[in-house]
């Protein structure tokens, strides 16, 4: 099992649509969670952390579920420029950071 | 704002030279590390420096070194280019263990 799996994408979605990724982890001790943005060619960057009460950001919510090592990051009304992929980012304590393989998301005018 | 800056952006090597990718980063981060990306991957840490003489192996080590000599650089080495080596090179620095990773922009390696 991958210490850290993400949903296969890529997603296609209209303008407008809302879209929900899900982020698995295998394990318990992990300390830090994040989203990562990547556009096609570029460097990953910070979309948002993923604290444990959830939070908010705009148009994206991210989600952490401890008890199920589940994370989730939800985009509403999804715009041209939000096509990328989206990364999945654990921290499991000192230097260890694991990376899910990403998702790619499509959206369409 | 130069943030980190990795050099070259591409190169093409043949097996067995050796060449060095250069990172340097300007926020005066004591953390500093090398991912490579690799298809269907996630990125995969290669080494990793908690400050200026400190360096440790990550994930994947085998076939690269690194120095940090000072604060702002920490550049990565391939000692004998193996085509298994193509890759996409990301060098990041973060202001503390458990902070955002700011990443270079890149740098594409093909061993041929």
């Known amino acids: 099992r991958k210490e850290v799996e993400q949903d296969p994408g890529p997603f296609n979605v209209p303008e407008g649509a809302t879209v929900a990724f899900n982020c698995t982890y295998s394990n318990s001790a992990s300390q830090s969670f994040f989203w990562y943005r990547q556009d096609c060619r570029k460097e990953p960057k910070l979309l948002m952390s993923?604290?444990?009460s959830g939070n908010e950001d705009g148009r994206f919510t991210a989600q952490l579920n401890r008890a199920s090592q589940y994370i989730s990051l939800l985009i509403r009304d999804s715009k041209l420029s939000d096509s990328a992929t989206y990364l999945c980012?654990?921290?499991?304590?000192?230097?260890?950071?694991?990376f899910g393989a990403g998702t790619r998301l499509f959206v369409k005018a | 704002n130069a943030g980190v800056t990795q050099t070259p952006k591409f190169q093409v090597l043949k097996t067995g030279q050796s060449m060095t990718l250069q990172c340097a980063q300007d926020?005066?981060?004591?953390?500093m590390s090398w991912y490579r990306q690799d298809p269907g991957m996630g990125l995969r840490l290669i080494h990793y420096s908690v400050g200026a003489g400190i360096t440790d192996q990550g994930e994947v080590p085998n076939g690269y070194n690194v120095s940090r000599s000072t604060t702002e650089d920490f550049p990565l080495r391939l000692l004998s280019a193996a085509p298994s080596q193509t890759s996409v090179y990301f060098c990041?620095?973060?202001?503390?263990?458990?902070?955002?990773?700011?990443f270079g922009e890149g740098s594409r390696l093909t061993v041929l």
């Open positions: 926020m005066n981060h004591e953390y």
């Open positions: 980012v654990v921290k499991e304590g000192g230097f260890k950071t694991i």
């Open positions: 993923v604290y444990s």
């Open positions: 990041a620095s973060s202001i503390s263990l458990a902070g955002e990773l700011f």
